[in-house]
């Protein structure tokens, strides 16, 4: 089992920065996927950030290229998510998950799961 806890969310203006944090506990994460996803109130799930945990190979959705940027410390059990240039459409409760490598890893379908990180940008 892994467990995931989020943290670093809050209320900040456009154009501000914010770093999530996802410590995670219970197992090693070699193997596995790590992901950040959303949602915004009225609209599913969707995929902003991956990394490989053994590797560092990252992949982001297209609105947030450029401006988020994922990463994991092994030696903290950590993952993050630095959020440069936030926009008012950017809001959203921020989840982490993981997944083992090989599987399908998706908003819906992966193997652990945060509680969530609330991030609202004002106008």
């Known amino acids: 089992q892994v467990q995931l806890l989020e943290s670093g969310g809050g209320l900040v203006q456009t154009g501000d920065s914010l770093r999530l944090s996802c410590a995670a506990s219970?197992?090693?994460?070699?193997?596995?996927?790590m992901g950040w996803f959303r949602q915004a109130p009225g609209k599913a799930r969707e995929f902003v950030a991956t990394i490989t945990w053994s590797g560092g190979t990252t992949g982001y959705a297209d609105s947030v290229k450029g401006r988020f940027t994922i990463s994991r410390d092994k030696a903290k059990n950590t993952v993050y998510l630095q959020m440069n240039s936030l926009k008012p459409e950017d809001t959203a409760v921020y989840y982490c998950?993981?997944?083992?490598?090989?599987?399908?890893?998706?908003?819906?379908?992966?193997?652990?799961g945060g509680q969530g990180t609330q991030v609202t940008v004002s106008s």
């Open positions: 219970g197992r090693s994460l070699s193997g596995y996927f």
């Open positions: 998950a993981a997944a083992r490598v090989g599987t399908n890893f998706t908003p819906t379908t992966y193997d652990y």
